[in-house]
């Protein structure tokens, strides 16, 4: 007996080919009229970041489009400062499950609106019209996520990227006073030191750092240790 594929199960139903261009058509003004209105940046980010990914208008990517277009409207509406790159997509990385949640809260209680069936290579067709589904759908909890994670990244994100910086500027500045290295190969010994949580692997002791004296292998290793021992 020969096996049937087995009958498509989606968990989401993206919007009909049909309905793509009028619905990301729509995020885009929706974006310009709540930029210019002075929206709430994160409230705007949310609606059209959200939205765009329950449109789903590409085979793969949308999920990299949507975290770029919440960094892109606040920068736009002046959420952060021109030029400090806002990492908020760390912030959503680290909590996928809460974020896998927010996303189901509304793709999850609309299928049984959406009237589809199986196509013959394993895809679903959508039978009915379900463009104002993706168009007007409430965005509160995933305003409310994003919202958390903007305050990890100015509590949390931000302030360790600042000590981070200035506890290498200091190690840079050590290493300089022990051993002449351009900054390139600043950054590879402490990704190497790092890795070795602190001190050298056999390794970068005997191949990318075997030019190295014991002494001076000591002393930065010590300088790793002063200024990077809070990262463990």
């Known amino acids: 007996m020969i096996a049937l594929p087995a009958e498509p199960v989606p968990e989401h139903v993206s919007a009909r080919h049909e309905d793509l261009q009028a619905l990301v058509d729509g995020i885009v003004a929706y974006g310009n009229r709540a930029i210019a209105g002075q929206l709430d940046p994160v409230i705007t980010a ?24 919440i960094h892109h409207v ?17 912030a959503i990385l680290r909590r996928l499950v809460e974020y896998r949640r927010v996303l189901e809260s509304y793709s999850g209680p609309l299928l049984p609106f959406v009237e589809w069936r199986s196509t013959a290579n394993n895809n679903i067709e959508v039978l009915n019209d379900t463009a104002d589904y993706y168009r007007y759908f409430d965005a509160t909890a995933h305003a409310e996520f ?87």
């Open 46 to 69: 949310a609606a059209m970041a959200f939205g765009f990914v329950y449109v789903h208008p590409f085979v793969d990517g949308n999920g990299r489009l949507h975290r770029w277009l």
């Open 74 to 90: 606040l920068a736009v509406a002046k959420y952060n400062p021109p030029g400090l790159v806002f990492p908020i997509s760390a």
């Open 146 to 232: 994003l919202y958390a994670c903007v305050e990890q990244t100015i509590e949390h994100d931000l302030p360790d990227e600042v000590r981070f910086l200035e506890a290498f500027d200091r190690f840079a500045e050590k290493i300089q006073a022990i051993v002449d290295m351009p900054d390139r190969e600043i950054e590879r010994l402490r990704a190497f030191l790092q890795q070795g949580n602190g001190a050298f692997s056999k390794r970068a002791r005997t191949k990318e750092f075997a030019a190295l004296t014991d002494a001076e292998v000591e002393r930065i290793e010590k300088a790793y240790a002063d200024e990077f021992d809070w990262e463990g």
